[in-house]
């Protein structure tokens, strides 16, 4: 679990890369690059409000594979009010 100030959503990932998706971290927050397709799913997921997972690693990794999960909260009294 990786606590951050802020989250880049970078979409210009290509699928010749050999990756899912790749993340970082940037100073005090996660960049997260993502192809296309999965800029445009996480767009919808957002409108929607719904929960969405990235998965990053290479392709053919196996099951060695890291997570960013975007979630929505229900108690708004622990989130950040600014």
Known sequence: VTGASFVVFNGAL???SGFLAKSSIVEDG???Q???ETMESLRQALR???DFRITC???DAG???EYVDICW???E???NKG
Do not use: R
């Open 14 to 16: 290509k699928t010749s």
């Open 30 to 32: 996660l960049m997260v």
């Open 34 to 36: 993502i192809t296309q």
């Open 48 to 50: 929607d409000k719904e």
């Open 57 to 59: 690693g290479q392709m």
């Open 63 to 65: 099951d060695v594979k």
């Open 73 to 75: 909260v229900k108690n």
């Open 77 to 79: 009294e622990k989130t």
